[in-house]
């Protein structure tokens, strides 16, 4: 089982702002980070350290933390944010990584 | 242009060795906050990370898995490459080397390869 929770699915409307949570312990310690994959496609980093963006990301995703909780918000969700989005983060060993187990946006 | 391209077989059989290269361009194998890691993705399911190894010759492996793999470089090639002995059909999936930032407090996988589905199966 993952050390990082993820809730399976969410679904949001089309415009509206939705948040996608990870729970882990290790993320009092560790800031998390975000991929984006969308169906056949490689995971895509959407948002790391404290709240960075790479470059060709829209500044409609942001991210944050508390305590063992990091969240992705997408604000003004669109159709092409429809995907699945994994967190990861370093675990207690500070040298290997987890990921959480997906959670699966619709955009309605 | 950075790019990171897996290569391997895309068909092994019960109890083989495999062997995966990731050919890396537009970066060296020798930048200190960089480093390459292996990660992989069973049909339908989550990601799993599998390894890393840096620069200084680092490396670390998922626990699970640790005895066996085995992870290497050839900075000279700018290729990693991941071993995975005894493979099994659990092991089937698509598996991605992706580069690997360390930043003060985040660690974080800011490019990836295409990915390379392996099969396994008699």
């Known amino acids: 089982s993952s050390e990082l929770t993820q809730d399976p699915a969410v679904s949001v409307a089309l415009g509206q702002t939705v948040r996608i949570t990870c729970q882990g312990d290790?993320?009092?310690?560790?800031?998390a980070s975000w991929y984006q994959q969308k169906p056949g496609q490689a995971p895509v980093l959407v948002i790391y350290g404290k709240n960075y963006r790479p470059s060709g990301i829209p500044d409609r995703f942001s991210g944050s933390s508390s305590g063992n909780t990091a969240s992705l918000a997408i604000t003004g969700a669109q159709a092409e944010d429809e995907a699945d989005y994994y967190c990861?983060?370093?675990?207690?060993?500070?040298?290997?990584?987890?990921f959480g187990g997906g959670t699966k946006l619709t955009v309605l | 242009q950075v790019t990171l391209k897996e290569s391997g077989p895309a068909l092994v059989k019960p109890t083989e060795t495999l062997t995966l290269t990731c050919s890396v361009s537009g970066f060296s194998l020798s930048n200190a906050r960089m480093g390459v890691s292996w990660i992989r993705q069973s049909p339908g399911k989550a990601l799993e990370w599998l390894a890393h190894i840096f620069s200084n010759d680092e490396k670390s492996y998922s626990t699970s898995l640790k005895s066996r793999l085995t992870i290497s470089k050839d900075t000279s090639k700018s290729q990693v490459v991941l071993t995975m002995t005894n493979m099994d059909p659990v092991d089937t999936a698509t598996y991605y080397c992706?580069?690997?930032?360390?930043?003060?407090?985040?660690?974080?996988?800011?490019?990836w390869g295409r990915g390379t589905l392996v099969t396994v199966s008699s």
């Open positions: 992706a580069r690997i930032r360390r930043d003060y407090s985040s660690w974080y996988f800011d490019l």
């Open positions: 990861n983060s370093r675990d207690s060993s500070g040298n290997h990584l987890a």
């Open positions: 290790y993320l009092r310690s560790y800031l």
